[in-house]
């Protein structure tokens, strides 16, 4: 009964371990992408219009048009990002954004808690 206990112990830990490891790990650390054609609530992005910066140091530098917002990034559960603006983003009144990224070779794609998606790629 010992013996059960331990090994249901051991694979609820193994579970906990692997729920917390995030997907991103070691793929986002010190790339930097630029936007590909995308539409965003409606409006027309053309091609690298946002960008994304992600120090190997957490830091982040996200580019929207000619304006550019800092702050730092950390990776969460699966596939989940959160980067953290040291200012509001206009019109989402937060400067904490959870975002689901998935990473494919020079592909980034991100998609917003609403549903929205856009896809980067890598820039060298």
């Known amino acids: 009964m010992r013996s059960i206990r331990l ?4 694979l609820c830990f193994a579970l906990v ?7 991103n790990k070691g793929k986002i650390e010190g790339t930097k992408w630029a936007s590909l054609p995308g539409t965003v609530k409606g409006q027309n ?5 946002l960008g994304l910066e992600f120090g190997t140091d957490k830091k ?17 559960m699966g596939s989940n ?4 603006l040291d200012q509001e ?11 689901k990224v998935s990473i494919d070779g ?5 998609t917003d808690s609403d549903g929205t998606t ?3 790629k890598k820039v060298k």
Not at 17 to 23: A, D
């Open 118 to 120: 856009l896809n980067f």
């Open 17 to 23: 371990f692997t729920l917390g490891c995030s997907s």
């Open 60 to 76: 982040l530098v996200y580019k929207v048009g000619p304006q550019s917002f800092t702050g730092t990034y950390s990776l969460g």
């Open 81 to 84: 990002v959160t980067l953290h």
């Open 45 to 49: 992005l053309p091609e690298g219009v």
């Open 89 to 99: 983003l206009p019109g989402t009144g937060r400067k904490d954004h959870v975002e």
């Open 106 to 110: 020079d592909k980034l794609t991100m």
């Open 7 to 10: 090994v249901l112990g051991a």
